[in-house]
């Protein structure tokens, strides 16, 4: 099992939707990040939380907004997605200094209608 | 520009049939190669970090090797449990410090 838990594990929403998604670790790390992976595609950074500051927005559409509530939670709030941004969203954290040390969680299935 | 590229995009086995991935790169100010292992609906797991050319690693089947240019990820005679997509990713040092490029993934299915 990994250590980073996310949830839902798979999600079903519609273009005029709001809905989030969550992602919780307890090893003490303070950045965490989100990934977006499509099929057959490697995963593309989004944001990262460094000390549960935004310190990267990969020109992100602001219909995503991460939150980081504290050093141990990540959100992804969701609003009027299309369905282009059907796609595996993965979490990860790591140590700030050791980015070799990526922990991933085994993501959300999102599909948009 | 930045780039990540992994060969060849899909490897058939047989068990215990070895081979190996290829992870080429061109970046400049390279602090770290990584791989890692995914399984179907799962996220990516570690394997290996690499820093320096000439550096190895090993772990089970798997053996990842560094040069100036590239990386290799060498399966020996692998198991079918061994069937999964590896993705190799680079990081770049400065302002990037914190963000990871991922080549496209090599999907290996190892027959019995």
């Known amino acids: 099992d990994t250590e980073v838990t996310q949830t839902p594990k798979h999600l079903v929403m519609g273009m005029t939707n709001k809905k989030s998604l969550k992602c919780e670790q307890h090893?003490?790390?303070?950045?965490m990040y989100w990934y977006k992976q499509k099929a057959k595609k490697p995963p593309e950074l989004m944001f990262v939380y460094s000390y549960e500051k935004l310190s990267i927005n990969e020109s992100v559409p602001s219909r995503f907004s991460p939150e980081c509530p504290n050093s141990s939670l990540l959100n992804l709030h969701l609003h009027a997605l299309q369905p282009e941004d059907s796609a595996l969203y993965l979490c990860?954290?790591?140590?700030?200094?050791?980015?070799?040390?990526?922990?991933f969680g085994n993501g959300t299935r999102l599909t948009v209608t | 520009e930045d780039q990540v590229t992994q060969s060849p995009e899909a490897l058939r086995l047989q068990e215990g049939e070895s081979s190996s991935l290829n992870c080429s790169y061109t970046v400049s100010g390279l602090r770290g190669l990584f791989w890692y292992r995914q399984d179907p609906g799962k996220g990516p797991e570690f394997l290996f970090t690499l820093y320096s050319a000439g550096e190895e690693k090993e772990k089970e089947r798997l053996k990842a090797t560094l040069t100036k240019k590239e990386s290799f990820l060498h399966i020996t005679a692998p198991k079918p449990e061994d069937s999964a997509t590896y993705l190799c990713a680079v990081r770049l040092g400065g302002a990037a410090g914190n963000k990871l490029t991922f080549g496209g993934g090599t999907r290996v299915l190892v027959k019995p």
């Open positions: 090893m003490g790390h303070r950045a």
């Open positions: 990860a954290s790591s140590p700030p200094t050791r980015q070799e040390d990526l922990h």
